[in-house]
């Protein structure tokens, strides 16, 4: 595999390093090199796991921020501005939510005063506008006397932001890479799963009584589509997802799948499958083997259909291993995504299912929605990348002030 | 400090409140289900087998400490119940006594295996942990008696009250009664303990098992094979 | 400007503890719950956790010790048989007291430690270094582990791995889901930890602090939780006695 060599990217610290290429062509291992040549001070390594980051000393994000802090309280209360960070001191750092934790990590490396800071793939968990106060700060932080060294597979949607930084293009070790299968897509799901129109009429929820997050959901939503949801954090994306999955119960309001009124809260996953932004929290079994089985043997007892699903998602390599002892984000994400496609629910709600993943991959996951949406499938996905929503051209739906506003695509 | 040594030392702080959360969590659930186990110390065991004997320990006693206030104000008083099943954890943990095995249907790596998968296959199999378990009841049985006597009258709401009851009307002291009711009911609680605790380890990637520096104790209970490790 | 401090919360807990251990009559057990432990419990709003730990707690073990040394064996433990079932009475029902004390006191001055002064308080009950980090990093962790159970039983169900909520169901859900559990905790652990050497956090003593420095003081909520103790701690002491 050819990799640049850390020592000769950047010569003179302070700077911004912005590491481009494809997965697996080295780029974490060259963060890692390079966050090394500043042993023995603070440095910070920020993964796609960012909540590894947030120490879990602090009972609140107050004290979080105070841990090891060295910068003075104006100079942090100055960046959290840059940032758009908009968090309550008191909440717990775990209750945020995943963009949130970024920024709250970005925070604390330079609160703590950090010489180094390395983003691996968090930046495009943000939404763009934060992505860009984001991107922003670290030109705060270069100022301040740190090497920030990045790795943004959305890179081409905010480059003008990235104003001074040095590109470096990581080279490809193409032979040994694990890709999405580019050719022709084999059978990742139940045949002629063909979904019912879901429809949503006046539903209401809140998660303390009195305090309605939804207020009046009326939505009609066809198979064979793809929708995008948008709405700003805490507008009620996953609530919503957790209604249609079935994890939650509405005050009132119908759901219905085609002409029958459902009620997922008693048969929970039957007609809706969500995807987590999380990966991790989705990986139940002890192999990524066994971990597509549990979704395929819902409808297909034939072992090939597993390898056929590992195939197309470039799991291939690893079907016997533990899906914790594959240290890469981007492969058990892929594999998160492969066993919630292949469940036997018709409706699909994936959320942000191109994190981690490098343009080429977001490519195929695009092909691949929009392949189960013509096979008959309904889905919905939620995306910051304007770029992969463009692919798909949906149908927008975005959820504001507890109700949504839809217009076509 | 050897910066190896310093980012074990400092995991091992780091996975107190994982042992902590599963005794508190497994305890309040079987409580609330009103199962006859009390499932209150896998996260004791568990943590001595992963991170050694002063972690598991601080695990014990802080659960309990902390369970106290949030769950039910009289478990600090068993603190050294729980200090007790730590330390005799890791004694039969240091021997190598707590090999688990599957019969061979099972297909588990690195264990050893005979015939095909039976229930007597699995209790020879899995013989040694068992007698380890009925151990660990026995000595949890003798610590917690004079609490449960001092403190309780004897009576602790469990189904080994009953057994208590029936024994002292039938003429036994109080202490004996106690003892002999603990005796009677810790051995398969504690056995389903161990057995659970070390499936917990089990279901951890191997890499994740050895990083908490007990490497040669895991393997000495077969937890832990270098061959099965990917590099 | 707070209190009770930290030492005094727990003096005025071990204060109260030893005198229900100590206390022998169930009058003054009972007059002490009641007069003190409930209208403290009502007004630091504890008094719901109160109750539950009655109903869930107390009660069952209650009932069985009347039923054991009140009926059974109708007699205090040591005593003959049927020999002084009013004493096997008053015996079940100084234990059950005894218990609603205990736990009283642990509630009141112990469940009522505001979350801003969790890092002040260990520090002040003489935690340091490893055991004040554990210490932090265990009250940290119960509502990052409520978020990751309610995280994993919605991804379990938005798989179809739950396809009805019967109990027996829930139930085969413990082991896939703890299992999962421990595993994200431990690996959470790990790399927290790393992260931890990496930043050198704790290369300095008193890298944790409180956002803001506490100051405690003794003031008329002290003065009026020590006269309550005392008073409880010497009626006690006397029922022991006397």
């Given at each position: 595999?050819?990799?640049?060599?850390?020592?000769q990217?950047?010569?003179?610290?302070?700077?911004?390093?912005?590491?481009?290429?494809?997965?697996?062509?080295?780029r974490?291992?060259?963060?890692?090199?390079l966050?090394?040549?500043?042993?023995?001070?603070?440095?910070?390594?920020?993964?796609?796991e960012?909540?590894?980051?947030i120490?879990?000393?602090?009972?609140?994000?107050?004290?979080?921020?105070?841990?090891?802090?060295?910068?003075?309280?104006?100079?942090?209360d100055?960046?959290?501005?840059?940032?758009?960070?908009?968090?309550?001191?008191?909440?717990?750092?775990?209750t945020?939510?995943?963009?949130?934790?970024?920024?709250?990590?970005?925070?604390?490396?330079y609160?703590r005063?950090?010489?180094?800071?390395?983003?691996?793939?968090?930046?495009?968990?943000?939404?763009?506008?934060?992505?860009?106060a984001?991107?922003?700060?670290?030109?705060?932080?270069?100022?301040?006397?740190?090497?920030?060294?990045?790795?943004?597979?959305?890179?081409?949607?905010?480059?003008?932001?990235?104003?001074?930084?040095?590109l470096?293009?990581m080279?490809?070790?193409?032979?040994?890479?694990?890709?999405?299968?580019?050719?022709?897509?084999?059978?990742?799901?139940?045949?002629?799963?063909v979904?019912?129109?879901?429809s949503?009429?006046?539903?209401?929820?809140?998660?303390?009584?009195?305090?309605?997050?939804?207020?009046?959901?009326?939505?009609?939503?066809l198979?064979?589509?793809?929708?995008?949801?948008?709405?700003?954090?805490g507008?009620?994306?996953?609530?919503?997802?957790?209604?249609?999955?079935?994890?939650?119960?509405?005050?009132?309001?119908?759901?219905?799948?085609?002409?029958?009124?459902?009620?997922?809260?008693?048969?929970?996953?039957?007609?809706?499958?969500?995807?987590?932004?999380?990966?991790?929290?989705?990986?139940?079994?002890?192999?990524?083997?066994?971990?597509?089985?549990?979704?395929?043997?819902q409808?297909?007892?034939?072992?090939?259909?597993?390898?056929?699903?590992?195939?197309?998602?470039?799991l291939?390599?690893?079907?016997?291993?533990?899906?914790?002892?594959?240290?890469?984000y981007?492969?058990?994400?892929?594999?998160?995504?492969?066993?919630?496609?292949?469940?036997?629910?018709?409706?699909?709600?994936?959320?942000?299912?191109?994190?981690?993943?490098?343009?080429?991959?977001?490519?195929?996951?695009a092909?691949?929605?929009d392949?189960?949406?013509?096979?008959?499938?309904?889905?919905?996905?939620?995306?910051?990348?304007?770029?992969?929503?463009?692919?798909?051209?949906?149908?927008?739906l975005?959820?504001?002030?507890?109700?949504?506003?839809?217009?076509?695509? | 400090?050897?910066?190896?040594?310093?980012?074990?030392?400092?995991?091992?702080?780091?996975?107190?409140?994982?042992?902590?959360?599963?005794?508190?969590?497994?305890g309040?659930?079987?409580?609330?289900?009103?199962?006859?186990?009390?499932?209150?110390?896998?996260?004791?065991?568990?943590?001595?087998?992963?991170?050694?004997?002063?972690?598991?320990?601080?695990?014990?006693?802080?659960?309990?400490?902390?369970?106290?206030?949030?769950?039910?104000?009289?478990?600090?008083?068993?603190?050294?119940?729980?200090?007790?099943?730590?330390i005799?954890?890791?004694?039969?943990?240091?021997?190598?006594?707590?090999?688990?095995?599957?019969?061979?249907?099972?297909?588990?790596?690195?264990?050893?295996?005979?015939?095909?998968?039976?229930?007597?296959?699995?209790?020879?199999?899995?013989l040694?942990?068992?007698?380890?378990?009925?151990?660990?009841?026995?000595?949890?049985?003798?610590?917690?008696?004079?609490?449960?006597?001092?403190?309780?009258?004897?009576?602790?709401?469990?189904?080994?009250?009953?057994?208590?009851?029936?024994?002292?009307?039938?003429?036994?002291?109080?202490f004996?009664?106690?003892?002999?009711?603990g005796?009677?009911?810790?051995?398969?609680?504690?056995?389903?303990?161990?057995?659970?605790?070390i499936?917990?380890?089990?279901?951890?990637?191997?890499?994740?098992?050895?990083?908490?520096?007990?490497?040669?104790?895991?393997?000495?209970?077969?937890?832990?094979?270098?061959?099965?490790?990917?590099? | 400007?707070?209190e009770?401090?930290?030492?005094l919360?727990?003096?005025?807990?071990?204060?109260?503890?030893?005198?229900?251990?100590?206390?022998s009559?169930?009058?003054?057990?009972?007059?002490?719950?009641?007069?003190?432990?409930?209208?403290?419990?009502?007004?630091?709003?504890?008094?719901?956790?109160?109750?539950?730990?009655?109903?869930?707690v107390?009660?069952?073990?209650?009932?069985?010790?009347?039923?054991?040394?009140?009926?059974?064996?109708?007699?205090?433990?040591?005593?003959?048989?049927?020999?002084?079932?009013?004493?096997?009475?008053?015996?079940?029902?100084?234990?059950?007291?005894?218990?609603?004390?205990?736990?009283?006191?642990?509630?009141?001055f112990?469940?009522?430690?505001?979350?801003?002064?969790?890092?002040?308080?260990?520090?002040?009950?003489?935690?340091?270094?490893?055991?004040?980090?554990?210490?932090?990093?265990?009250?940290?962790?119960?509502?990052?582990?409520?978020?990751?159970?309610?995280?994993?039983?919605?991804?379990r169900?938005?798989r179809?791995?739950?396809?009805?909520?019967?109990?027996t169901?829930r139930?085969?859900?413990?082991?896939p889901?703890?299992?999962?559990?421990?595993?994200?905790?431990?690996?959470?652990?790990?790399?927290?930890?790393?992260?931890?050497?990496?930043?050198?956090?704790?290369?300095?003593?008193d890298?944790?602090?409180?956002?803001?420095?506490?100051?405690?003081?003794?003031?008329?909520?002290?003065?009026?939780?020590?006269?309550?103790?005392?008073?409880?701690?010497?009626?006690?002491?006397?029922?022991?006695?006397?």
């Amino acid at each position: 595999m050819n990799t640049v060599n850390a020592a000769q990217i950047a010569t003179t610290h302070p700077t911004t390093v912005v590491l481009d290429g494809m997965n697996f062509s080295g780029r974490t291992d060259a963060l890692k090199k390079l966050l090394s040549q500043f042993s023995g001070k603070r440095a910070s390594f920020v993964p796609p796991e960012v909540d590894h980051v947030i120490s879990g000393l602090g009972a609140t994000v107050g004290e979080e921020i105070q841990l090891g802090r060295r910068r003075q309280k104006d100079e942090i209360d100055a960046f959290t501005a840059a940032l758009q960070m908009r968090v309550s001191h008191s909440q717990n750092p775990m209750t945020l939510s995943g963009g949130e934790k970024v920024q709250l990590a970005i925070l604390c490396a330079y609160a703590r005063g950090c010489a180094a800071v390395a983003l691996d793939v968090v930046l495009e968990q943000l939404d763009p506008r934060r992505r860009e106060a984001a991107i922003g700060a670290i030109r705060t932080m270069q100022e301040a006397g740190a090497s920030v060294f990045v790795v943004d597979n959305r890179r081409s949607e905010t480059w003008e932001c990235y104003a001074d930084a040095q590109l470096v293009t990581m080279s490809d070790g193409a032979s040994a890479r694990p890709r999405l299968h580019t050719g022709t897509i084999g059978r990742l799901s139940k045949p002629d799963s063909v979904a019912e129109p879901l429809s949503i009429n006046r539903l209401r929820f809140g998660y303390q009584r009195g305090q309605a997050i939804l207020h009046d959901i009326q939505v009609t939503l066809l198979p064979g589509r793809v929708y995008h949801l948008s709405g700003e954090n805490g507008t009620g994306k996953s609530t919503l997802a957790k209604l249609l999955v079935g994890r939650l119960q509405p005050w009132s309001g119908e759901i219905r799948f085609g002409e029958v009124r459902s009620q997922p809260w008693r048969q929970p996953g039957r007609h809706v499958a969500y995807h987590f932004q999380d990966p991790d929290v989705q990986l139940f079994t002890t192999s990524v083997r066994s971990e597509i089985e549990s979704s395929t043997r819902q409808w297909s007892r034939d072992p090939g259909t597993v390898s056929t699903i590992a195939r197309q998602f470039g799991l291939a390599g690893v079907l016997g291993r533990h899906p914790f002892e594959i240290d890469s984000y981007v492969l058990r994400k892929r594999l998160a995504l492969a066993a919630t496609i292949a469940c036997s629910a018709p409706w699909l709600i994936l959320d942000e299912p191109t994190l981690g993943q490098d343009d080429e991959s977001a490519g195929v996951i695009a092909r691949i929605i929009d392949l189960l949406a013509s096979q008959g499938r309904g889905i919905m996905v939620i995306s910051h990348s304007p770029d992969f929503i463009a692919r798909l051209n949906p149908s927008y739906l975005t959820l504001r002030n507890g109700v949504i506003l839809q217009r076509g695509g | 400090m050897q910066p190896d040594k310093k980012k074990i030392r400092l995991r091992v702080v780091a996975v107190v409140p994982a042992g902590i959360a599963v005794n508190l969590a497994l305890g309040t659930l079987v409580h609330t289900l009103k199962l006859p186990v009390y499932l209150d110390a896998v996260g004791t065991i568990a943590v001595t087998l992963l991170a050694g004997l002063r972690a598991g320990m601080i695990v014990g006693v802080a659960s309990f400490l902390i369970g106290g206030v949030t769950v039910n104000p009289v478990l600090p008083w068993f603190s050294g119940t729980q200090a007790v099943i730590a330390i005799y954890t890791y004694f039969v943990a240091k021997q190598g006594w707590l090999r688990t095995g599957r019969p061979s249907s099972a297909g588990d790596s690195g264990e050893s295996s005979s015939a095909s998968g039976s229930s007597r296959e699995w209790l020879l199999l899995n013989l040694r942990p068992i007698v380890c378990g009925v151990g660990l009841g026995v000595v949890a049985g003798i610590v917690s008696a004079p609490v449960i006597v001092a403190l309780f009258g004897g009576i602790t709401g469990s189904g080994a009250s009953l057994v208590v009851a029936f024994l002292l009307e039938s003429g036994q002291t109080l202490f004996r009664s106690v003892l002999l009711s603990g005796l009677a009911s810790e051995p398969l609680d504690k056995t389903i303990q161990l057995l659970l605790a070390i499936g917990l380890i089990r279901a951890l990637p191997s890499q994740l098992r050895v990083a908490f520096g007990q490497a040669d104790m895991l393997a000495r209970n077969a937890l832990y094979d270098k061959a099965t490790l990917h590099e | 400007m707070s209190e009770p401090s930290p030492l005094l919360r727990l003096a005025l807990f071990l204060l109260a503890a030893t005198g229900a251990i100590l206390a022998s009559s169930p009058l003054v057990l009972g007059a002490g719950w009641i007069g003190i432990a409930v209208p403290l419990a009502i007004l630091t709003g504890t008094a719901i956790a109160h109750a539950r730990f009655l109903v869930i707690v107390v009660t069952p073990i209650a009932v069985m010790l009347f039923v054991v040394w009140g009926w059974l064996i109708g007699a205090p433990p040591g005593a003959g048989h049927d020999s002084d079932r009013i004493a096997g009475i008053l015996f079940a029902a100084t234990t059950s007291l005894r218990l609603v004390v205990l736990g009283a006191a642990a509630q009141l001055f112990l469940l009522t430690i505001p979350r801003s002064q969790l890092t002040s308080t260990l520090r002040a009950w003489g935690l340091r270094g490893d055991l004040l980090l554990a210490g932090l990093a265990t009250f940290v962790f119960f509502p990052e582990l409520r978020v990751r159970a309610d995280q994993i039983l919605t991804a379990r169900m938005a798989r179809g791995l739950v396809p009805d909520l019967r109990l027996t169901t829930r139930i085969r859900q413990i082991a896939p889901s703890l299992g999962l559990l421990f595993t994200l905790a431990v690996r959470a652990a790990v790399n927290r930890a790393d992260h931890w050497a990496e930043q050198h956090l704790f290369d300095d003593e008193d890298t944790v602090v409180s956002e803001h420095p506490i100051e405690y003081k003794v003031g008329a909520v002290s003065a009026i939780l020590i006269g309550l103790v005392a008073i409880w701690l010497v009626a006690c002491i006397v029922s022991r006695v006397c």
